[in-house]
């Protein structure tokens, strides 16, 4: 596995994990209150996955395509170090 599909693993995790903890954040809303039709853990887990499985599959096609029609990389060495040590400090102080 190459560096690009490692870097789009990683950050396709987070996004995963991140929209599967957002069902327990409190939902600022001026209409009524309903009942979700499941559990909070079935549609968190529910969510998780399904994040997964739409994201991961479209952005893997979206990478193979990149590469048949020789569009240039953006993951040089220097900027994707710059840019993931961006993404992390981003995560722990916000």
């Known amino acids: 596995m190459n560096k690009e599909n490692k870097i789009f693993l990683y950050l396709?995790?987070?996004l995963s994990l991140l929209s599967a903890?957002?069902?327990y954040l409190p939902q600022g809303s001026e209409l009524t209150i309903s009942e979700l039709?499941?559990?909070?853990?079935v549609i968190s887990i529910a969510n998780f996955?399904?994040?997964i499985?739409?994201?991961g599959v479209l952005g893997f096609v979206g990478i193979?395509?990149?590469k048949k029609v020789e569009i240039p990389r953006i993951w040089?060495?220097?900027k994707v170090l710059k840019i993931l040590y961006t993404y992390?400090?981003?995560l722990v102080f916000f």
């Open 64 to 66: 193979k395509i990149s």
């Open 76 to 78: 040089y060495k220097k």
């Open 12 to 14: 396709l995790f987070t």
């Open 88 to 90: 992390l400090l981003w």
């Open 49 to 51: 996955f399904i994040i």
């Open 21 to 23: 903890f957002n069902i």
């Open 37 to 41: 039709p499941a559990s909070k853990e």
């Open 53 to 55: 499985l739409l994201y």
